[in-house]
């Protein structure tokens, strides 16, 4: 017994499969979807004011699916789902799958006085798997998904006092703009109780940093300056699962392991900071340098209940205290460590079952001291989670995941972000290559 | 077939739900807004204010020749100035007549205001210009010997003109007017690119006239002909009012009191200036410039033709080359006197330092703002960084905000 018991069909279950062309005319249909959807037209208003810092808001890879268990999943492969987390997890892969993901996310940040609830949809990932071989547990996936993003929009004021007159000014600061993370990965089984998995990824994004300062009245001009920190470059993350420690005993068959292990990136950064003062443009010279990106290592574990229910646990740490940015240590930021637990009743694979015993449900709870550290005071946070996958044509699914939880304090002047976030994607198969009898 | 319609009917259906649901959900938030913005004390980018004072490195005085193409001519002549008003009424309006008798020519100009010996007579003599002219673009010198026909008088006049609101009236050369309505001169366009009035050596006064710009036709230069057929018979008045005109304007050397610079209308003077700013770091917001001049009262002239006391800073393009600028000329740059001292004048340069702080830093340049000094001879005389009097000095208060990294 394995943990591969995610709800799925066997190839002889499906009719022929269609031509690879009407699955890809579908993805463009939906990817277009999707891309309008995390446009700006649509994005909504705004995102968390922690994400003035570092790179942003960093997103937890995993999928839908993962998200629903609290974003573990690391020690579950499935043949259903493309986890980005770990390529080691895609070995079951039997179909051609492409899962297209976006996110609802909104948040009411609160100062203990007053409190204000921003909103947006995002772009979330796509990925394509490919099955090379099942035999050997062999699949490719490439994919997109988001690393970071910022978005911030908040306001300040103050005076300076001079030997003649007295300056009253807004500032009024904006952030927007993500950093993205490309990939190919491939995934193999060697031996029947070990996958591994190793991706290229390649990073590429800017993020975009605004000041505007409004003076009050006519005496005195204001300006506009923006920093904008473009970066990209290549790494490579390494996975590994055992699927199942049946040799060991039969009571350790439903047992899996995982890890995971994002190798140190070392992006090409620059720098640039323009302006727009007293009708006047500037942009100063590039700043050119690196950018680290601190290597982040995960486990995981994870145990099959009667074959239906899984239950797992993941732990990740990432050293963002060595994180620089043109030879500069990257400011107000910690080490970061985050762990989940996940529960999943899986869906049953009979065809004949009801709807909603072929749909499969999660719940999780993760615990993350992130690597914000404003002032010197740690950031923390907490979300549970919920989810559901249900099939809406043979094996299509259909993934939503709930998060609900809490960031940050109103202590220190801080702002305690409570923030409800959607999770949804559309999981698209189809038995590519193979000829069908009506064509 | 039918699982696949199906398939792609509920693909469409669930991605239209998804749309609209995230539609109805994104629309849930609040815009951000200064009103409700939530303060908190995560650290953000900051801005250091400083303010500074700086003088000037260094300033000249240099003379430009520009057409004047104002909405006031000038016309006269006084110690120092010489100034020549030009005149040509639409060609396309007389009416081609080769029989005409013109019985007589009138040309009346509106005065408006003067400068110099208000009692001294005004004295003119207008001759025919022989070659095209483009109102924007003659100046003094253009107006040699070969621009008109001086070797016969179209008219003359001398007067005392006592308010600032009659009119003079010449009598004009019959024949030369007759030429202006015969076909044979259509192709002889010469004859019919007006009149040049220029001032006699013994006029002690200029006198502005309005211009074929003025708001009301009335105002404008006229032409007024009557004119009748051979046999005499029929006597018809013709009024023409619509044309080109400018004036065109010499002055001697200025002669500036040491440690003085100045800028002058008409015969068009300018100043440049040169501050190091160079301690105001790139990427800083100058939020305030405050350049501030002291006049010097005794060889200042503001004229009656503009009496408010204006003048535009610019911002000095080249090293090299002084008349190279660039200004918005918008009035709440402009210099004038301030409410402090007497004869201290305030710019508002914040635009042009903000352009140093980008670079290249050539300094400024002081002008009369464009009408005054296309339509008077304001003469600015103020005290440069070399004045023996430190308080009298140009200084440049500058408060600037740079964002801290």
């Not at chain 1, 979300?383 to 699914?397: K, L, Q, S």
């Amino acid at each position: 017994m394995t943990l591969m018991h995610h709800a799925t069909f066997s190839l002889q279950q499906i009719p022929a499969g269609s031509p690879p062309l009407r699955t890809l005319l579908r993805c463009a249909v939906l990817a277009a979807l999707l891309g309008t959807l995390s446009s700006g037209a649509l994005a909504g208003s705004g995102g968390s004011g922690y994400s003035v810092l570092g790179l942003g808001d960093l997103r937890y890879l995993g999928g839908t699916r993962s998200a629903g268990m609290g974003f573990t999943g690391l020690a579950i492969p499935s043949p259903a789902f493309l986890n980005p987390a770990s390529a080691a997890t895609w070995f079951g892969l039997d179909r051609a799958r492409v899962e297209i993901s976006g996110l609802y996310e909104g948040i009411d940040a609160d100062n203990g006085i007053s409190s204000r609830y921003l909103a947006r949809v995002l772009f979330n990932g796509a990925s394509l798997g490919i099955p090379i071989s099942t035999k050997d547990g062999i699949a490719v996936v490439v994919g997109l998904v988001p690393y970071s993003n910022i978005n911030f929009d908040t306001y300040g004021s103050s005076s300076a006092v001079f030997s003649q007159d007295t300056m009253q000014y807004t500032l009024h600061y904006t952030g927007s703009g993500f950093l993205g993370k490309g990939f190919i990965g491939l995934s193999w089984r060697p031996l029947e109780q070990l996958s591994l998995g190793a991706s290229f990824d390649y990073y590429v994004g800017s993020l975009e940093r605004a000041i505007e300062q409004v003076p009050s009245g006519t005496d005195f001009r204001g300006g506009k300056s923006t920093t904008t920190s473009r970066m990209s470059g290549a790494s490579g993350t390494l996975s590994a699962v055992c699927p199942s420690f049946g040799f060991l005993g039969s009571a350790l068959a439903p047992l899996s392991l995982g890890a995971v292990f994002s190798l140190r990136g070392n992006l090409r950064y620059r720098g640039d900071e323009s302006g727009s003062y007293n009708a006047v443009n500037d942009t100063l010279p590039d700043l050119k340098g690196r950018a680290i990106l601190p290597p982040l290592l995960g486990v995981g574990i994870a145990y099959s209940l009667g074959g239906r229910f899984i239950v797992a646990a993941d732990y990740y740490t990432q050293q963002w205290e060595k994180a620089e940015l043109s030879g500069q240590p990257l400011r107000q930021v910690q080490n970061a460590h985050r762990w989940a637990i996940g529960v999943e009743r899986t869906g049953a694979t009979e065809v004949v079952s009801s709807f909603f015993n072929r749909a499969s449900y999660r719940a999780g709870f993760t615990h993350n001291t992130t690597y914000y550290k404003p002032n010197g005071n740690g950031i923390n946070e907490w979300f549970i989670t919920a989810g559901a996958t249900v099939p809406f044509v043979m094996d299509n699914w259909l993934a939503f995941a709930f998060e609900y939880g809490r960031r940050g304090t109103t202590e220190f002047g801080l702002l305690r972000d409570t923030f409800f976030r959607v999770h949804f994607s559309l999981n698209i198969s189809e038995t590519w290559f193979v000829t069908s009898e009506d064509e | 077939m039918r699982d696949r319609r199906r398939s792609g009917l509920s693909l469409t259906m669930m991605a239209a739900v998804g749309l609209l649901m995230s539609l109805l959900v994104g629309s849930c938030g609040e815009d951000p807004t200064e009103a409700n913005s939530i303060v908190s004390s995560i650290p953000l980018r900051q801005l250091v204010i400083r303010e500074t004072t700086l003088v000037a490195t260094g300033s000249s005085t240099f003379r430009q020749s520009i057409p004047m193409n104002g909405l006031e001519l000038l016309l006269g002549r006084t110690n120092t100035y010489e100034s020549s008003l030009l005149l040509e009424w639409y060609p396309v309006y007389f009416p081609a007549r080769d029989t005409i008798k013109v019985l007589s020519a009138t040309l009346t100009l509106r005065t408006n205001t003067f400068y110099g010996d208000s009692i001294s007579p005004l004295e003119f003599t207008v001759y025919r210009i022989s070659r095209s002219w483009d109102e924007a673009t003659v100046t003094w010198d253009s107006v040699d010997a070969t621009f008109y026909d001086g070797s016969v008088a179209r008219g003359t006049y001398s007067g005392i003109v006592s308010s600032d609101t009659q009119t003079v009236s010449v009598s004009l050369d019959t024949g030369m007017v007759r030429q202006w309505f015969s076909t044979l001169t259509t192709d002889n366009a010469p004859l019919k690119y007006g009149i040049i009035l220029i001032p006699s050596g013994s006029t002690r006064i200029i006198r502005g006239f309005r211009s074929f710009e003025s708001d009301s036709t009335d105002y404008h230069p006229t032409l007024k002909v009557i004119a009748a057929n051979l046999a005499g018979t029929t006597v018809d008045t013709s009024t023409y009012n619509m044309g080109i005109d400018t004036f065109v304007k010499r002055s001697d050397d200025l002669t500036l009191p040491p440690g003085t610079i100045a800028v002058m209308a008409g015969a068009v003077y300018r100043s440049s200036l040169s501050f190091d700013a160079s301690c105001i770091p790139r990427g800083s917001i100058v939020n305030k410039a405050d350049l501030q001049m002291h006049l010097d009262p005794l060889t200042s002239r503001i004229s009656r033709f503009y009496p408010d006391s204006a003048v535009a800073p610019a911002l000095r393009l080249s090293a090299s080359d002084s008349t190279e600028f660039y200004t918005t000329e918008t009035s709440a740059s402009f210099g004038s006197p301030g409410s402090g001292l007497p004869g201290t004048f305030h710019f508002d340069v914040a635009s042009i330092v903000q352009s140093w702080v980008r670079g290249p830093n050539y300094g400024l340049v002081l002008k009369v703002p464009y009408y005054p000094e296309r339509g008077s001879i304001n003469l600015f005389v103020f005290y440069d960084q070399t004045t023996a009097t430190t308080a009298l000095r140009p200084q440049l208060r500058i408060v600037y905000s740079t964002p801290k990294n």
